[in-house]
């Protein structure tokens, strides 16, 4: 089982919230470029791992695509994965300001 949830802040930028997450969780991101998402974080946490990714992500026509665009008003999206539900890391992550539980999917 894969329990992911999708976060949402027009409130903050990526490298805002990765000090506030970090600092909130004790953790340290690690700035990653990718092709197809552009730059984003990421953390490890005990049997998962949480991610800060700009939703607006460069696009091959240098538009914008949305990374989530079902979400178009997060202009930041921050993802966790863990093998199971952590009401834990839920609790310490709602009290964020500015951030938003969008969904969750559990597969």
């Given at each position: 089982?894969?329990?992911?949830?999708t976060?949402?802040?027009?409130?903050?930028?990526?490298?805002?919230?990765?000090?506030?997450?970090?600092?909130?969780?004790?953790?340290?991101?690690?700035?990653?470029?990718?092709?197809?998402?552009?730059?984003?974080?990421?953390?490890?946490?005990?049997?998962?791992?949480?991610?800060?990714?700009?939703?607006?992500i460069?696009?091959?026509?240098?538009?914008?695509?949305?990374?989530?665009?079902?979400?178009?008003?997060?202009?930041?999206?921050?993802?966790?994965?863990?093998?199971?539900?952590?009401?834990?890391?839920?609790?310490?992550?709602?009290?964020?300001?500015?951030?938003?539980?969008?969904?969750?999917?559990?597969?």
């Amino acid at each position: 089982m894969t329990d992911r949830h999708t976060y949402g802040t027009s409130t903050h930028t990526a490298d805002e919230l990765v000090r506030l997450v970090g600092d909130r969780l004790g953790l340290v991101f690690t700035e990653r470029d990718s092709d197809y998402r552009g730059v984003y974080h990421l953390a490890g946490i005990p049997d998962g791992r949480i991610e800060i990714q700009p939703n607006p992500i460069p696009g091959d026509d240098d538009e914008d695509d949305l990374y989530a665009p079902e979400h178009p008003a997060a202009q930041v999206l921050l993802l966790t994965t863990t093998p199971t539900p952590d009401p834990a890391l839920q609790a310490r992550l709602d009290p964020v300001e500015g951030l938003i539980h969008l969904d969750q999917e559990t597969a």
